[in-house]
C-alpha cells in the first residue's frame, strides 16, 4: 500500500525498571494498534532506560534487555515496531535499535553518531558504528542483521537516525535517500532546554523534506534518572510539513501520536530531485514480507503549541519534581521558606506542580500514580514550609512566608532558632577565649545563621518521608554565594541551573501575568516588591544580594561570558563595558574581578550542591556539564593584567 498509519510515542521510563519499563511499552503498542497504526518509533534505549550510565558495561544490563525484546516482540502482532536497547557484539556495546515485524526481529540499526558532549557520555560506554558496514550477529542462536541497514517491509523502505545522528551535520538519511527509503525512524532520548523544540522541529521537517519520506520522531518523557528531563514532543513529518505533533511535558507515563502519510507524493519528490544520488545496488537492505493495511487520506495537521520560555521552565520543573517525588516514593516535600524570591519560587513550583498534574491526569489518576502516599491531594501534606527566624530576620520576611504559604495552601511553621544561634555563639567564644563581633567575624556570624537552619528542616523532611528541597539558584552558585550546609541543604536543588535575574522576571510574570497554561498567583506580591537579601546582618546595614556582589543582571551576563563562551578576563571586561556602558569603568572592572576571584575559589562549593535539573547550556553542573578544577591560580596573572 501506498497510504500507511505510522506512530509515534514518548514514553517515561526508568533505569533499569525492567517490569516497568516493559508494560510502558507495551501500552504504547496497545495504544498506537488501538489508533490503527502499522508502525510504530520508541524511544532510544526505550528498553533499559537511557540513564543507565556505566552499568551499560555490565554484559547482564544487555543480555537482559535481549530477553525484554523478547517478551515485547510478541505484542507486535500485524505491526512493524522499533525500539531502542543496548547490543553486545565482539565484546563493545552498540546503541542499536531492534526492528519487529509482525512478533519477528528482523535486524539491529546501530547508532553512527555518538552525543559526547554536555551532558551526554556515549562514547564512555558504545562504539559508534562505522557508515555503510552491515554485519549479522547472534541472538538466540540465530543470525540477525545488524549495522548500517534499512528495511524494505512489504515494499515499504525504512531507514533509521538515531537521535544525535538527526544533529549532524553529514546525516545517515543522506545516504538512506539513495536506496529509495519511504520512512526515516528517529528514536531519540533528546533532553529538555530552553528553545530546543523548534530546533527538532526544523531537523524533522527539512529532514523529510530534503530526503523525500516521512519522519517519524520518538523522545523519551519526564524527569527519567534525576538530573535530565524530556519534554516529550514526539512528531510525525511528510513533504516537509509536520503533520503530528504529540504533547511536551506530560505527566502521563506515555503517550502515542499517529498519522496517515501518502507514500506516493514522498516518491514523486524523490523522483522529481534531479541532484539525488542513486545506490540501487545497495547491499544493506533487509527484505520483510509484510501486509500494510488499507487506509483512507492522509492527515492534516494544526500547526504545533508554541511555548515561552516562561512557560517552559514552569513545566519543565513541575514534572521534574512530580517524577522526583514519585520516583524515589517520597511524602512530598519540605521547604525552608525565608520570605524571599528563592524560596518562593521552590514553594510555587511544587504549588504548580499539583496543579498541573490534576489538571492533566484528574485527581483520582494523580493519586493513584501516587499511591504510596495516600495524601497527595491535600497541599499540606504535600509541602511542608518554615521560616527561620533569628535576631536579623525582620516582619516583612516573616510576613511574605507566611501570606505565601497561605495562598499555596500549604503547611506553614514559624521557628525563632536564634537561640541556637546563641548557644553556638557561646561555644565558640569560649573555644578562642573572646566575644565574636560583626567587624572581625562578618563571615562567621552570617553562616552561623544559615547552617543553624539546616538541622530542623532536615528533622522535617525525615518526620514526613519528605523531600527537603535546596533553595540556591545558578548565579548564586557561580560565585559561591551560599552557605553550606546552610541554604544549600537539600536532597534536590530544583532552580540551581536558573539563574537569579530570569528567576526574577519569572516571579513577577507569575503575579501578574501567567499564560493558559500556568496559573497566576497573585500573592507574590508581597515578595517581589523585596529587594533581594540574604538578611544575615544587622538591619541598620541595609544588607542586600546586589550590594554584596553586583547587580544581577552584570552578574549573569559576565557569567554567560566568562563560563559558557570561555573568554578571558580582558575579554569579558570588554564585552561587559559595551554592553553596560552606564556603570563606570572602574566599577565594571571591579565587578570583573571579583567574579573570576569567587568562581575560581568556590568551585567545592559547586561539587556539593544536590542534584539539579539541567534546563540550558549555561548549567554550571560538574557532574554534567562545567568542569573546572577545585584548585587553581585563580586567574592570577590575567587579573593582575587587567
Known sequence: MNIIRLATSSVNQVPLDWKGNLERLGDCIKAARGEGAAMLCLPELAITGYGCEDL???????DIALDQLQ???????????????PLWHHNAVYNVVALVIDRALVGFYAKQNLAGDGLHYEPRWFRPWPPGLATVTEVGGISVPLGDICFDVGGVRIGFEVCEDAWVADRPGREH??????VILNPSASHFAFGKQEIREQFVQEGSRAFGVAYVYANLLGNEAGRIIYDGGSMIA?????VASGPRFSFRESTVTCAVVDLDINRLSQARTAGRDLDPGHHGVVQVPFEWPDEMGPTLADPPLKWTKEDEFTHALALGLFDYMRKSRSNGFVVSLSGGADSAAVACLVYLMRVLAVRELGEERFAGDLDYFPEALDMKKLLLCVYQATANSGDVTENAAAELAAALGAEFASWDVQPAVDHYIALAEGTIGRKLDWETDDITLQNIQARVRAPGIWMQANIRNGLLLATSNRSE???GYATMDGDTCGGLSPIAGIDKDFLRRWLRWLETEGSEMVPKIPALAVVNVQQPTAELRPAEEEQTDEGDLMPYPILDAIERIAIRDKKSPAEVMQLIRHRFPEYPVETVKAWVVRFFRLWSRNQWKRERYAPSFHLDDENLDPKTWCRFP?????????????
Request: net charge negative.
Open 56 to 62: 551499560f558495561l555490565a554484559r547482564a544490563t544487555a
Open 71 to 85: 517478551k515485547l516482540m510478541a505484542e507486535t502482532e500485524g505491526m512493524a515496531v522499533a525500539v531502542g536497547l
Open 177 to 182: 535517500t539513495k536506496i529509495g527509503v519511504d
Open 238 to 242: 511528510t513533504g516537509g510539513r509536520l
Open 477 to 479: 552558585a557561580a560565585v
Open 630 to 642: 577545585i584548585l587553581s591560580s585563580g586567574f592570577e596573572e590575567e587579573l593582575e593584567k587587567l
